[in-house]
Structures are given as structure tokens and as C-alpha cells.
């Protein structure tokens, strides 16, 4: 078996894995990652030392990944906030706790969501 056959087969998975990440499709991403696992593992010594530029550059790839996840995480938290606080909002208008004028201010304030390029 040619023995850069794993290690080309862990690249095309983070190339994979960083393609479902592009398109925020992260149940997929996560699938290929449990699929390279195994894998990056079973990688011995020789195979490392002769695709280090490879690994390297798996490396970089995840490196990206987790950083787009992170950037992610952090605006779906702020969108949740924002959903909850407006959906508070307008329970409290819904039992009569704040006039409309309130929630009207409370939704001009609204996120809008930016796409991503």
C-alpha cells in the first residue's frame, strides 16, 4: 500500500471538514472529524516525518476551522440574547407591563445579522 495514501486521505477529510465549515454545516463537520480521527492516529513515525509539510499544513486548516467555530459560537450567543430579550419583552407587553412605545424601542435596537463572505 503506497504510503502516502493516509496521509492524503486525512488532507482531502480537512479539506472536507473545512468546506462544511464555510458553509456552516456543523453536524457534517463534525461527522469528517470523527472520520479523520481514527485516522490522524494510525499515522506511524515514518509516514509523519515524510508528509511533515502535509501535517503542517493540516494543522493551519484546523486552526481556521476552530476559529471560524469560535466566531460562531460567539454570534449565536449574541443572536440568542437578543431573541430572548425581545421575546421577554414582548410577554411583558403581552400582560400588559409595558406600553408599546417600549417595545418598539426595544426592536429598533435589534441585531441585524451579517453575512459572511
Known amino acids: 500500500m503506497d504510503q502516502s495514501a493516509p496521509i492524503e486521505k486525512v488532507l482531502a477529510l480537512t479539506a472536507e471538514i473545512e468546506h462544511a465549515t464555510a458553509l456552516a454545516d456543523w453536524p457534517e463537520s463534525a461527522r469528517l472529524a470523527e472520520i479523520r480521527s481514527p485516522l490522524i492516529m494510525s499515522l506511524d513515525a515514518q509516514q ?6 502535509v501535517i503542517r499544513s493540516i494543522a493551519v486548516h484546523n486552526d481556521a476551522v476552530f476559529a471560524d467555530a469560535q466566531t460562531t459560537q460567539v454570534e449565536l450567543r ?15 407587553y403581552l400582560q400588559g407591563k409595558v406600553p408599546l412605545a417600549s417595545c418598539q424601542r426595544s426592536q429598533r435596537r435589534r441585531r441585524v445579522p451579517t453575512t459572511k463572505s
Not at 78 to 92: C, I, L
Request: proline share 0%.
Open 78 to 92: 449574541a443572536d440568542y440574547t437578543a431573541a430572548m430579550r425581545r421575546g421577554s419583552v414582548a410577554n411583558q
Open 48 to 53: 509523519v516525518q515524510g508528509s511533515f509539510d
